[in-house]
């Protein structure tokens, strides 16, 4: 992730790249209107991770708004969003910021953008898989895994360790009693 402070403005070097349909694609999508937003910067003042995003959730919002697509689906905001809802609660307008993140995100897997955080998509990826297999999260297999793809053995062996030793990590999975709708519901999203 990255540690820098927000952005503090948005360059306009060439308004051809703008998508005039970026913004009413991302409502459609998302659900939100998001022509609501006053850019009071509440959500902003909310946010626990903003110091970790290049741009605050108010400047995100607005680069959709001008149709800056490639901007806004390669910010690192849209994953370092943890989807903890503090900005929409702070929000005069009630606009649901993680649901816009989401939507973000999903535009720029399937465009093919270079993805600004990709441990954070990884670890996204493991966390789906596991509930595949298992129907609920395995948290060592999603951690061993992670690890694995990553490279990074020891980084956080210590925290394993303990967790394990409260009992927090269970070395074999356990299965949901309805698997059949489980695999229904990811059969189902792979068909969309």
Same mark, same amino acid.
């Given at each position: ?9 948005? @360059?306009?070097?060439d308004?051809?790249?703008?998508? @005039? ?9 998302? =659900? ?8 009071c ?15 605050t ?7 959709? !708004?001008? =149709? ?21 609660? !702070?929000?005069?307008n009630?606009?649901d ?8 995100? !999903? ?8 993805i ?18 298992y =129907?609920?999260?395995? @948290? ?6 992670? @690890? ?11 925290? =394993? ?32």
């Open positions: 992730m990255q540690n820098n402070t927000p952005d503090s403005s948005i @360059k306009f070097t308004i051809s790249r703008r998508d @005039k349909n970026f913004a009413e694609e991302v409502k459609h999508r998302s =659900g939100e209107d998001i022509n609501l937003c006053w850019h910067q509440s959500c902003a003042g909310g946010c626990p991770f903003v110091t970790a995003m290049d741009y959730p108010n400047r995100l919002i607005r680069l959709v !708004q001008l =149709g800056l697509k490639k901007e806004a689906l390669e910010s690192s905001g849209i994953w370092i969003c943890v989807g903890c809802n503090t900005c929409s609660v !702070q929000c005069p009630a606009i910021i993680p649901a816009v993140n989401d939507s973000l995100r !999903q535009m720029a897997m399937e465009e093919g953008v270079k600004a955080e990709p441990n954070i998509l990884h670890f996204h990826q493991e966390v789906l898989n596991s509930i595949e297999r =129907g609920r999260t395995h @948290k060592f297999e999603i951690m061993l895994r992670y @690890k694995l793809r990553r490279r990074d053995w020891f980084t956080d062996t210590a925290v =394993g360790l303990k967790m394990f030793t409260k009992r927090k990590l269970e070395l074999l999975p356990s299965r949901s009693k309805d698997m059949k709708t489980i695999k229904a519901l990811f059969q189902h999203k792979r068909s969309v």
